[in-house]
């Protein structure tokens, strides 16, 4: 099976006039526990090969199983956040542990804590300002009602504007909103988001060429967000395909990704 096994490195890049510097980030989604070489060096040292300026994580790093042990995610993410800056916005595995202490034996809270020792920043519906950079690093976290099975759920604006109240600091910065899950990017551009980081999707699963990806996480055929570089106006989403696989671990000609993006002052 192609790409279940290995990753590749996706490269883009992003001008915008109200970057104040040039600034490289490493974005992670999806890894759901994998390892890729002993301790997931392959991983941390490609990140250190690359040297960016920040490590952004848009969610599902672990999975939401009792069985699960999330020792080696932790390991990982220690690791990386010993020497580069890394925020960290919730998927809905995250998000689903969190709200279910009663069936996750307390793995959350270990999760959670190990990674707050190690310097990692959560933005759960928060944000921080970069001032160097004048980039405002917003993570959203959705309710599990937006990840529904078969039927996508209808997301209202002010849910947006309620979620993230008073969390963007200055209107001329450029804003970056961690978002798990792809489908709402309307939504998101239309709440003032400049760029959209973005996985859940895995790719589709299995990629037929030109048709994309064949069904998402909620059992959507041929999701319209797939895998890629998406533009709504002035709003660009980039969506990750995502560093591992869970439940179903299926990917045919659809590599995991570890995905690279150059901000440029334009």
């Known amino acids: 099976m192609f790409g279940k096994d290995r990753y590749i490195m996706v490269s883009y890049t992003i001008e915008s006039e109200l970057i104040s510097k040039d600034v490289s980030i490493a974005f992670l989604t999806d890894l759901h526990n994998r390892t890729y070489g002993k301790g997931n060096e392959q991983i941390l040292n490609d990140i250190r090969i690359q040297k960016p300026d920040a490590v952004l994580i848009a969610g599902d790093m672990i999975t939401a199983r ?110 970056i909103l961690l978002a798990h899950n792809p489908e709402y990017f309307e939504q998101y551009t239309k709440w003032g988001a400049n760029l959209v980081l973005s996985g859940h999707i895995h790719g589709g699963m299995i990629r037929f060429g030109k048709l994309g990806g064949l069904i998402s996480p909620s059992f959507r055929l041929f999701p319209y967000y797939d895998g890629g570089k998406y533009e709504n106006g002035n709003a660009v989403m980039i969506l990750s395909r995502g560093l591992g696989m869970h439940t179903i671990p299926i990917r045919i000609a659809n590599p995991c990704e570890l995905v690279l993006i150059n901000l440029r002052k334009k």
């Open 66 to 175: 009792d069985t699960e042990n999330p020792e080696n995610t932790i390991a990982l993410l220690t690791k990386i956040a010993s020497e580069f800056p890394v925020w960290y916005a919730f998927g809905n595995h995250e998000s689903k542990m969190k709200n279910h202490p009663e069936i996750y034996n307390r793995q959350y809270d270990f999760f959670y804590r190990s990674l707050q020792r190690a310097g990692v920043r959560f933005l759960l519906n928060d944000s921080e300002f970069v001032e160097e950079w004048n980039i405002e690093l917003v993570g959203l976290e959705i309710a599990g009602r937006y990840y529904k099975k078969t039927k996508k759920s209808k997301m209202e604006q002010q849910y947006l504007e309620q979620e993230l109240d008073d969390k963007t600091l200055r209107d001329s910065s450029f804003k």
